[in-house]
């Protein structure tokens, strides 16, 4: 090639690539969801201070909450606090045991604090009193209560949902137990919210589960994982970890809400869930 030639073929090599290089950037996209944040981030906080605690999640940025504990506040009075703080709280927590034992009460209460999904984050042993892990004839047992459930709470025109953490990524007799609840709940009835932290600290892409049946999540815990000294995950602020949300939102599309949570600080809790609103907010897809 001569030199004459040479240049020429850099010159538009150069060009070329810069002409990807802005198309890359023209279609990267933010996260098209209002930003939400899981309360647990802040259950230091509530008990002592509702109001004040809501009004900084709210000028952190975050529009949209999940309630996980209610502590000894009313529905009415949940309900002032964020109407108050200018927040919407769309769903709330209740183990599969409260579920079934009292569905009416934490049905009404989800409906006075204007939430759209029950979710339950913890599933249940089929003999009553034991205690330790689940074993697969448990998860079976709870995706069976899982669909009495979700009929109920449909019926009273709500989406019911499960919450995984990491055991529901084990295995007995070559059979995982998340996949388990997924194959045997009735997709009219009982929908799921994808911890995206902990199945990626179960070695799991959750963007696979979330391509494969995308419809069957629409709800999403946003959280970031760092690993411990003694092997065990811990959670940190977002992009601080080894959690990459960009293929996993990609996927995500049928998700309809998402909560930011950090569960563990090595700082100010506020200057933390800020840090992750940021995260979230300049977050390219």
Excluded at 7 to 14: D, V
Excluded at 32 to 43: I, Q
Excluded at 91 to 104: A, C, I, R
Excluded at 155 to 170: M, R, T, V, W
Aim: contains cysteine; negative net charge.
């Amino acid at each position: 090639m001569s030199l004459a030639s040479r240049r020429t073929f850099l010159k538009t090599a150069g060009a070329a690539a810069a002409v990807a290089a802005g198309a890359g950037k023209l279609s990267a996209k933010p996260f098209h969801l209002p930003l939400g944040l899981e309360l647990y981030s802040v259950r230091a906080m509530l008990p002592t201070d509702l109001d004040g605690t809501l009004a900084k999640v709210r000028a952190a940025g975050y529009l949209e909450v999940e309630a996980a504990q209610y502590y000894s506040y009313s529905a009415a009075r949940w309900r002032k606090a964020f109407d108050d703080a200018g927040v919407k709280c769309i769903s709330g927590h209740w183990v599969l045991q409260d579920m079934l034992d009292k569905p009416e009460e934490h049905i009404e209460f989800a409906h006075r604090l204007g939430m759209k999904y029950l979710v339950s984050p913890a599933a249940a042993h089929r003999k009553a009193g034991v205690k330790g892990p689940l074993n697969l004839d448990d998860w079976r047992y709870s995706a069976e209560k899982m669909n009495v459930v979700g009929e109920k709470v449909k019926s009273a025109g709500l989406i019911y949902c499960y919450h995984n953490h990491n055991p529901e990524f084990g295995k007995e007799d070559g059979v995982m137990f998340y996949d388990e609840l997924l194959r045997l709940t009735d997709p009219k009835l009982v929908s799921f919210e994808l911890d995206c932290g902990w199945v990626a600290s179960a070695g799991i892409d959750p963007a696979v589960y979330l391509s494969k049946s995308p419809e069957r999540f629409p709800l999403l815990h946003v959280k970031d994982m760092v690993k411990g000294d003694n092997g065990e995950y811990h959670s940190c602020i977002l992009g601080k970890g080894v959690v990459d949300y960009r293929p996993i939102l990609r996927a995500a599309t049928g998700s309809k809400h998402y909560y930011v949570e950090q569960e563990e600080f090595d700082i100010d809790i506020m200057e933390s869930l800020r840090q992750d609103a940021e995260y979230m907010r300049n977050l390219q897809l």
